[in-house]
């Protein structure tokens, strides 16, 4: 899945569970390997409030390199508590949050619908984080897309939105583009026509690449490094070259963030 990477092309991972020990423990060695291939900025994504601090750690260390993220991931909100939400009305004001994700509902893989109400309120808790302290935020939305649809329209978020692998309705993929959200796209894409939809149907403008490490894709663990062969294949579905890929994908986190 390698290829030869081009001197000048930059790759952005937008969505990364960085501080998962698969990657946490050996950081020094995957910082290297993804410079390597070069890859410049990588979404360090939260799914609790211990993850959540290993990224505020992670992107002072390395500032250039980690976009820090906080939230509550929706296959663990049913145990969220007071406590944590007292530390994340707190956290959120640290300069080094940049973004609120991974945050979201989830109605596919958690069968448990007496679990989904209380999905809403953490999600609706970050949603308010997020329009307060003017974060972009990060979706998770599988099984739930059109019911986050409907949320989002009750909000006015002042900063931009990714809907994170979305492989869901073609007619609520083009609802949430006309509200401006970008869309990133996972190696799953291959495989997946619900998830190509993005590609057939979302302004480049509004692209993303993300690799879901720890996810695995092919039987290995997803990781930042898989950026260029992502951008190369994408360049393919598109008809342009890997590097206008890489340039775009870059330009558009820029925009993203701001």
Known sequence: MSIRVEFGMEFIDCHCHIAENYFYKKMEFFISEWEKVGVKRIGAMATNLKSTKRNLELASKYPNL??????????????????????????????????????GLDHYFIKEKEKYPQQKI?????????????????????????????????????????????????????????LGCYFSINPAFLRSKNHRNVLKFVAKE?????????????????????????????????????????????????????
């Open 66 to 103: 980690f976009v820090a993220s906080i939230g509550r991931h929706p296959w663990g909100a049913h145990k969220f508590n007071t406590e944590e939400r007292d530390s994340f009305e707190k956290i959120v004001s640290d300069s080094r949050v940049e973004i609120i994700g991974e945050i």
């Open 122 to 178: 953490v999600l609706e808790f970050f949603l308010k984080l997020a329009q307060k302290h003017s974060k972009p935020v990060m979706l998770h939305m599988t099984g739930a897309e059109k019911e986050i649809l409907d949320i989002l329209t009750t909000f006015q978020l002042e900063r931009n939105i990714c809907c994170h692998w979305y492989s869901g309705p073609i007619d609520v993929l083009r609802e949430l583009s006309d």
């Open 206 to 258: 509004k692209l993303l690449t993300e690799s879901d490490g720890t996810v695995k894709f092919q039987g290995e663990p997803g990781s930042p490094s898989l950026m260029p062969y992502l951008c190369e294949r994408i360049a393919e579905e598109l008809k342009i070259t890997t590097e206008d890929v890489s340039h775009l994908i870059f330009s558009n986190f820029q925009a993203y963030l701001k």
